[in-house]
């Protein structure tokens, strides 16, 4: 019984964490997380969502990437384990969580958006708040959700004015140099923490230096996820598989009328 | 007829062997003064240390330093006389309320240790350790093991004490303050034995009241000795019940029960600086002394706080010279170091309009901090982490912030599910599991099974809910629906699912929509739908 096995299996791992623990040995824990889904699991290298490392899955709004992370958080909590939601956007809906299996209770979400400290400190906090979950080493996988774009478009905005109006370039507090240190910074507390940390960007997003890197499209027949970058294999796609949303999705009809 | 009942051996046994633990803080007032001195950042760096310290009272000097003692200062000195031999002596005045604060702080703080402290004015504390054969171990008595906690937890709140177990309040206080510091003294004989422990102790160790010392002096009766060596008749025929009294003492016999302290009030703890601090880095120094005192004070009552104060005084030249912070903790807890954390969180968002001359660090609410009961597998470690993390998110963030979310029988959906807070699945909400079969809180059907999940992951809703639903505009021919109109973009639809329609709940905010799960090209699945009031067609969410 194939069930039963790997449960045993569970458990025998379980004590063998427990004496590693008793012993004050180092936790031993899998390099890689699977992320619930067998076709993007061959995509990713090591068969998985790598530990102690940042992870990028970049796509449009409607192309499945959050889908892909709330299955991964899923499989990374197991049955005893925490994850984390770090929502920047405030977009995450909890009654879709479920479905993915997340164990609502074990899941907690950050949401820092307060509308008096504006788009700028609202992602700073953000990215600070991810850093420290990260870094605590209390949560099996964390997920990011930041609009780091939103203060890139407003940097540009205020560089052109500044340009047109010949007067002192303001630029925005959070530019592209600081931003770029905080990745770095994240990517630090991510390898101290060793849990799975995903982050969610756009196609044309800032660049995260994450070792493995996934873009997904929504297409006429579903998702088309493929493997953009990884450490040590930068370069053009290697692999692309396509498939149908990770969202249950039900019949649709492109007859119907509306 | 009032019968007088003969006291069993059991119960007079009990009351002369009781076993106390003394101990003695010498020269508190300049203790507490150098204690108050060290939590002050680079006072150690800037001041001259070899510049004696002296505490005077009423122009006599009550305790002095070794600088002092070196240059010729003795206690008792005037004032006047102490400079005329140390001309650079620094004489601070003595304050007994602080002294009194100071051993009230240490009695609070040995309350983890037993289960009576009695402060016993104006140096000494007495401690019940009739338990401390507990603390027995292979090659250790418990008596000395517990007297070396004593000691230890003193000295880490600041504090050099003497310490000595005997049987009886007198006999313990007096064999403490005689004690060659800091090895704790241990007299093993029981009742009425400590008198050959207390002979070679001057009259003074006893405590008399200052008449009768005073006149067995004057009778050449200078050390304990000397009185427990005189006929018991004899001094109850010339001093009364008070030569009596004083006698037992001297033969080690003192059956008074101890008079536990009872604190009254959440502890504080206050920092003076003399000169006002204007960075955050030196500030923390000095709180992280408060800090410790006061998890040490909240510890021994097994309390843990669950919401600090930290008032900072400003430099009293500038007006509005104060600033309270209230500091609320995730879960009780009287460990120093994670307040430490939040307040260093907060102090760093802080931006002080002028220098910071004192610090008042207080425990504003508290909860009996709970040992935790652990299991095979459970990771105390990753506990803790989690509560630290949890602690300062909310501290930089705001509670608001962090949730974890809980579903709700709501047909709208946005209010389809609520922040809740989060235990990280060790503790189920008390709402959740007292929920009625069937029936929702507030009397409505269907909140078990929601929170069972079972309609949520029956029914198919999107990942991403927009705050606030975008309008479209929609194209089409003949009745069906070709393509929609997001912004300035027109994009068409690929397919579309049947519509599924919410309605208001009876007693909520009326409305009436038609969802549809809509596949655009170029976006993706997305989350439509048509107000039946307005018939107006927007976008709420997406299947991402």
Known sequence: MPENTREIRETIDGLREEIRRIERRPPQRACFTSSGRPEIDALLPGGGFPRGALAELAGGPASGKTGVVLSALAHAMGTKGLAAFVDGRGELYPPAVTSFGVDLARLLAVRPIAPERGACESVRYALWAAEALLASGAFEAVAMDVPVERVRAREQIERVRAREQIERARVSALDAASLDRMFLRLRAAAEKGGGVALWLGLPQGARVPSAARLELSAGAAGVQVRRAFARGAAGAPLTEWQGTSPCPSPSLDASHAA | MQLELPATPAIAEARVSRRVLALCIPDLPLQRVLRAREAIPERGARANPRVPLAVERDGRVVACDAEARARGVRRGDALVQARAACAELEAVPADDGKDRSA????????????????????????????????LAREGTDGEGELAARAIALAADLGLRCRAAVASGRATARALARHAPAP???????????????????????????????????????????????????????RFGA?????????????????????????????????????????????????????????????????????????????????????????????????????LRERLGALQLPAAVAAAVLGVAEAAPARAEQLALGDRPEQYAALEVVL????????????????????????????????????????????????????????DEAMEAGLPISALVRPTRLLPRPQPLVALGEGGRLTALRVGTRTLRV?????????TSEWWGDPFDRDYHRAR?????????????????????????
Not at chain 2, 190 to 211: E, F, K, T, V, Y
């Open chain 2, 103 to 134: 051993l009230e702080g240490l009695a609070e703080a040995l309350l983890a240790l037993s289960p009576a402290v009695e402060i016993a004015w104006p140096d000494a504390l007495l401690l019940d350790a009739s338990g401390a054969h507990l």
């Open chain 2, 183 to 237: 090895t704790p003294v241990v007299h093993e004989g029981g009742a009425g034995d400590g008198a050959a422990a207390l002979a070679g102790l001057p009259i003074s160790a006893l405590d008399l009241p200052s008449p009768l010392e005073e006149r067995l002096l004057a009778l050449g009766l200078g050390q304990v000795r000397d009185l427990s060596r005189l006929p018991e008749e004899t001094l109850a025929h």
């Open chain 2, 242 to 342: 008070a030569g009596l009294a004083a006698w037992r003492l001297a033969q080690g016999i003192d059956p008074s029960p101890l008079v536990p302290y009872v604190p009254d009030r959440l502890p504080e703890e206050r920092l003076d600086l003399e000169a006002p601090i204007e960075s955050s880095g030196p500030l923390l120094f000095g709180l992280k002394r408060l800090c410790d005192r006061l998890a040490a004070r909240l510890g021994g009552r097994g309390l843990g706080a669950t919401r600090l104060t930290l008032a900072l005084r400003l430099d009293p030249r500038r007006p509005g010279n104060e600033v309270r912070l209230e500091i609320a903790l995730a879960v009780p807890s009287s460990d120093a170091s994670r307040w430490l954390l939040v």
């Open chain 2, 391 to 446: 602690t300062r998110l909310a501290a930089r963030l705001g509670d608001g912030a962090l949730f974890a979310a809980q579903l709700m029988d709501r047909h709208r959906p946005e209010a389809a599910y609520q922040a809740g807070a989060f235990a990280g699945g060790r503790r189920r909400n008390a709402k959740a599991g007292k929920g009625r079969r069937g029936r929702g809180e507030d009397g409505r059907p269907g």
């Open chain 2, 494 to 502: 690929l397919a579309l699912s049947p519509a599924e329609r919410l």
């Open chain 2, 520 to 544: 655009i090209e170029g976006l993706g699945d997305c989350w439509i739908f048509r107000d039946a009031g307005d018939g107006r067609l927007w976008l709420h969410g997406f299947f991402d």
